[in-house]
């Protein structure tokens, strides 16, 4: 049975940083485009970020220039550097295949940016 396991998340000022990550276990990793997905209380689930197989990444406008996703197929590891954090990034993150999740949900982990 795959597992994601989200890691990382915790509470900073407006411009702090922080680092996620994701362990997916129980399945071949380095076949699937991964994905880091939050949702913000009362709003729908959106993607921030994904990361092809070749590592090629691509990111929603709203992160573009601050977040940084990357892989580890050694590990079966996702990571999420988030930079210059906004208060409007808190949120649970979570992650997942992209661009669509096709595996059970983790529990994800929560980003708080508030002063």
């Known amino acids: 049975q795959v597992q994601l396991v989200e890691s990382g998340g915790g509470s900073v000022q407006p411009g702090g940083s922080l680092r996620l990550s994701c362990t997916v276990s129980?399945?071949?990793?380095?076949?699937?485009?991964m994905a880091w997905y939050r949702q913000a209380p009362g709003k729908q689930r959106e993607l921030v970020a994904r990361?092809?197989?070749?590592?090629?990444?691509t990111y929603a406008d709203s992160v573009k220039g601050r977040f940084t996703i990357s892989r580890d197929n050694a590990k079966n590891t996702v990571f999420l550097q988030m930079n210059s954090l906004k208060p409007d990034d808190t949120a649970i993150y979570y992650c997942?295949?992209?661009?669509?999740?096709?595996?059970?949900w983790g529990q994800g982990t929560q980003v708080t940016v508030s002063s």
């Open positions: 997942n295949t992209g661009p669509t999740g096709i595996l059970s």
């Open positions: 129980g399945s071949i990793f380095s076949i699937y485009v």
């Open positions: 990361i092809n197989t070749n590592s090629s990444p």
